[in-house]
């Protein structure tokens, strides 16, 4: 049975535009995405081998487009599209941190960290470069660490902000385990970065941890 043949509030699109994206599952919404399905499977099929076999969603979109392009169902032009798509989200995230709402909206910036850092195998610790307005400057990818921990040097932080002229430091981390809690390593490096930053009156505003689901905000949590 094609997709066109199931009842009205089953189909993906129509489900969509009736109640939101947030209500299908990663493979409708991927069924949409691809548009038609392989030979003999619809696009929700389609989408749930995919699924199946690469995913979940996050590993599936977390691949190279041009991993993505040997895959069945996808190809070169889908891939790119989605690595295009993928590209758009991250924009739209940075652009709400350039209008200055890293601080009014931490969700935001946590987001935008998470999608920044949480495709790297190894940890790596970033910083995003505020002006006196709280928008962004500059996203910079400062240490690169091993599987589970990187080397973060406050001086090289403090450093950067004053090449930025930045009023404002929100840094981040990912945790490639997927455990997004704060470790009293994690603890220790905020307090050292917050009081090195201070030193030269640039503010420290969070520092995000990144795992499976959504980051620790660590300012939420008292510790910056």
């Not at 929700?44 to 991993?67: C, E, F, I, K, Q």
């Not at 599209?81 to 709402?101: F, I, P, T, V």
Request: hydrophobic share 45%; with cysteine; glycine share 8%.
């Amino acid at each position: 049975m094609h997709i066109r043949d199931w009842p009205s509030t089953e189909r993906p699109r129509e489900k969509l535009l009736a109640r939101g994206a947030g209500v299908l599952s990663d493979a409708e919404l991927l069924a949409i995405f691809l548009g038609s399905g392989t030979k003999g499977r619809d696009a929700v099929r389609t989408s749930r081998d995919l699924l199946a076999g690469h995913g979940p969603l996050r590993t599936l979109l977390d691949l190279r487009p041009a991993d993505l392009a040997r895959l069945p169902g996808l190809g070169p032009a889908r891939a790119c599209l989605l690595a295009a798509a993928l590209e758009l989200g991250n924009r739209h995230l940075a652009a709400a941190l350039e209008r200055g709402d890293a601080l009014t909206d931490p969700v935001a910036a946590g987001r935008y960290f998470a999608r920044r850092l949480r495709p790297h195998a190894h940890e790596v610790f970033a910083a995003l470069f505020l002006d006196t307005r709280h928008r962004a400057l500059a996203f910079e990818e400062v240490f690169h660490g091993t599987i589970d921990s990187a080397e973060v040097h406050p001086r090289e932080i403090v450093r950067r902000a004053l090449a930025h002229n930045a009023a404002a430091v929100i840094v981040g981390h990912n945790h490639p385990s997927g455990c997004s809690a704060p470790s009293a390593a994690d603890r220790a490096v905020t307090l050292r970065l917050k009081q090195a930053l201070s030193l030269v009156e640039v503010r420290l505003l969070d520092h995000f941890v990144v795992g499976d689901g959504e980051p620790v905000s660590m300012a939420a949590q008292g510790l910056v």
